[in-house]
């Protein structure tokens, strides 16, 4: 089965994140992100799953050096890669260069970004704030006529640039929003949970709009959600997290065909279909693991129906697959899945697709 | 026989603004039924006036008119009365977060509304009645579940026990206002699947709350579509989400994610939204149609499409078969 997506040929990465940790320092640390590999495209749309508390937003946080203690990096490294053929180690950065280098080469949108705009400043205002803070050298008519072509480019009417955002509805308030992280042209957008407050007509609106405007200008995109339907709908390629790693990677159609991780399979099973018959719908009980404690076992063991002995007495490393028909398409981090870890072959009702959980009841433990 | 009515229910609040006051009518002439061992959905966007209906279902807000009838009597307005109805219908929240007390432990959630509405029990009856509404909701081992406080749980695990408290008093109509929007997609259907079941089991009329069509559908028997404080479409669920009539339920519907559905991210075409005026008579949705005429500054009575579905929409007013 060849369930490459076409786009592989010419894929080359513009961010790579290695082995990146992220620990709030409690009394007793809170390690949510432990030791993330992931590569972002050029011009590619990466969907970032998973629950809350997997790590995913302090993850999009640290990539941005946007980490306010407690939280901090205590490992790996983040590379950008410039068109022109150079890197940028985003973690050597600082002072000046840190400030030229954010918002201008990595833009973030906010979780709730509807709520983030200023409610006593004009749109105009603070869209021609981050002209003037990163080019001050623009003079104020150029600054006008950039923020009008922004809004246009967004779908907002230009005359809205002297409205408040109290004036503007939810979805027009995130579009200024997407409009305000395009200002600087970035290669990289990350959008944390863009859509999630907004009504399903003007979430499909903005999707499509994210859609347009990364076909017209190029930048890649990190999409941050726990919503499956939406990322299946518009990633390229998917990685899912759990307990503060990636458990799976791979192109959008091969995940959401032969997903391989079981906690990949257990999320594509908790949402109904639309239009297709309710078989065997049921979420996946139990919770996530305490992040504070060290795992040396695999995260999801103690919800998952394949779990072995193997499960809870190693982690299991996040590796190419190596005989499936996802073939070199994407890696999972499964015992099941090598058959020398797991001491026997992958169950056939988990290469089927099955998740049947261990329980229906909620255990408190 | 239904068990439970709701008759023309208005709710209008008075706003007080700059150039005077108006009236903005949040729940317009809302009438369905509930029976028995059946869930109902009611779909619709923020602003369609959904949770002002949920509120005055639960009283805990005042219909501006309309009635409410269990079992066939009207309901009076009095503080006994409104105990007796607390006692038949009771109301799950959209943010378990937010709905249990913090400082009280699972078993003081549920022992409370035991005590109001059961009369004396020993504390051993209490106690044993407890234990058997957590495991009604499958919260187990019961006897290590009584003692924890909400943040040991997961939202899940605080939604079922959010659950367990409106069985409490024995409702026979439960209302679930959004309760699983706030949740982790991992646990939702397996409330859903829980009310479900509860349903069954115990002869429960629910009524279903959301935004969603996906469980809309699978979760429920009949299906509403409200719009602006209206009901613009009513039927059986598949016959709602599969055959949309009304063009703002077949908005909805092309918005809706299918993946591995039909093309991907295309947005349905809308025009320009001119603003309706207060007060006005006519089809709510019309400044958003686009199949918009003359005759929908009228408002549209219900008409029939076929098999018990019914739509608010003029270009349904010839037909009795099928028509789309």
Redesign the interface.
């Given at each position: 089965m060849n369930t490459q997506p076409t786009f592989s040929e010419r894929w080359s990465p513009v961010l790579t994140v290695r082995g990146l940790s992220v620990d709030y320092e409690a009394e007793r640390p809170v390690h949510a992100v432990r030791g993330v590999d992931l590569a972002v495209g050029r011009g590619e749309i990466l969907g970032l799953a998973g629950e809350s508390g997997c790590g995913k937003s302090t993850l999009a946080y640290a990539v941005n050096r946007l980490l306010r203690p407690p939280a901090h990096v205590v490992g790996g490294e983040v590379v950008f890669y410039h068109a022109d053929g150079t890197e940028t180690d985003v973690f050597a950065l600082d002072g000046e260069q840190l400030r030229r280098f954010r918002w201008n080469r990595l833009a973030m949108v906010f979780q709730g970004a509807m709520n983030a705009l200023n409610p006593v400043l004009t749109v105009r205002a603070q869209l021609e704030d981050v002209i003037r803070a990163h080019e001050p050298a623009t003079d104020r008519r150029e600054r006008g006529r950039r923020c009008a072509e922004l809004l246009e480019l967004v779908g907002v009417d230009p005359r809205r640039l002297d409205s408040y955002p109290h004036e503007l509805s939810g979805g027009m308030r995130q579009r200024v929003m997407i409009a305000m992280a395009l200002i600087l042209r970035p290669d990289v957008l990350f959008m944390d949970e863009p859509t999630t407050a907004l009504d399903v007509v003007v979430q499909r609106e903005i999707l499509a709009e994210i859609a347009r405007l990364r076909a017209e200008l190029g930048f890649a995109v990190v999409f941050i959600t726990h919503d499956m339907s939406l990322l299946l709908e518009i990633s390229d390629r998917i990685a899912i997290m759990y307990a503060g790693r990636v458990v799976e990677e791979g192109g959008t159609e091969r995940v959401r065909r032969t997903p391989l991780h079981p906690y990949t399979l257990g999320l594509l099973r908790s949402f109904p279909s639309l239009t297709g018959e309710p078989t065997g719908l049921h979420g996946i009980p139990g919770r996530t693991p305490d992040l504070a404690e060290e795992l040396d076992r695999c995260a999801f063991a103690e919800r998952c129906p394949y779990r072995r002995e193997v499960c809870d007495g190693e982690q299991p490393p996040l590796v190419a697959h190596p005989d499936s028909p996802a073939g070199a398409d994407g890696r999972v981090a499964c015992h099941a899945h090598d058959p020398s870890r797991y001491g026997t072959a992958p169950p056939e009702s988990l290469l089927r697709g099955e998740f049947r959980p261990i329980e229906e009841s909620e255990v408190i433990r | 026989m239904s068990t439970f009515e709701v008759r023309d229910l208005v709710k209008e609040f008075r706003l007080h603004e700059r150039g005077g006051r108006r009236r903005l009518r949040a729940v317009d002439g809302v009438s369905f039924d509930l029976s028995a061992g059946s869930t109902v959905a009611l779909v619709g966007?923020?602003g369609s006036g959904k949770s002002t209906l949920a509120r005055m279902l639960a009283r805990l807000l005042p219909p501006s008119s309309g009635e409410v009838r269990v079992d066939g009597r009207a309901v009076g307005t009095g503080r006994r009365a409104t105990r007796g109805y607390r006692g038949d219908v009771q109301m799950v929240f959209q943010d378990p977060f937010a709905s249990l007390n913090p400082f009280h432990t699972v078993g003081h959630h549920l022992s409370r509304p035991l005590r109001l509405h059961s009369g004396r029990l020993s504390s051993s009856e209490l106690n044993e009645r407890v234990e058997r509404l957590l495991e009604r909701v499958?919260?187990?081992?019961p006897e290590?579940?009584i003692g924890?406080q909400p943040h040991e749980?997961?939202?899940?695990?605080r939604q079922?026990v959010a659950i367990a408290r409106a069985l409490a008093p024995g409702p026979r109509v439960l209302l679930a206002d959004e309760p699983v929007s706030m949740l982790?997609?991992?646990?939702?259907?397996?409330?859903l699947?829980l009310m479900d079941r509860l349903k069954a089991e115990e002869d429960l009329a629910v009524l279903y709350i959301t935004?969603d069509?996906?469980?809309a559908?699978?979760f429920s028997e009949r299906v509403l579509v409200m719009y602006r404080g209206q009901v613009v479409e009513r039927g059986d669920s598949d016959e709602v989400?599969?055959r949309p009539r009304h063009p703002y339920t077949r908005?909805?519907?092309s918005?809706?994610?299918?993946?591995?559905?039909s093309d991907?991210?295309?947005?349905?075409a809308?025009p320009a939204s001119t603003e309706v005026p207060d007060g006005d008579q006519g089809c709510p949705f019309r400044a958003r149609c686009p199949h918009a005429m003359p005759v929908c500054s009228r408002r549209p009575p219900e008409f029939p499409v076929g098999g018990g579905h019914l739509t608010s929409c003029w270009l349904y007013e010839s037909s009795t078969e099928e028509n789309t």
């Open positions: - | 966007e923020s499958a919260l187990v081992p290590r579940v924890k749980l997961s939202g899940g695990q079922r982790d997609v991992s646990v939702r259907l397996d409330i699947n935004h069509l996906a469980t559908r699978h989400i599969l908005l909805l519907r918005a809706a994610p299918d993946p591995g559905g991907p991210l295309t947005v349905p809308e």
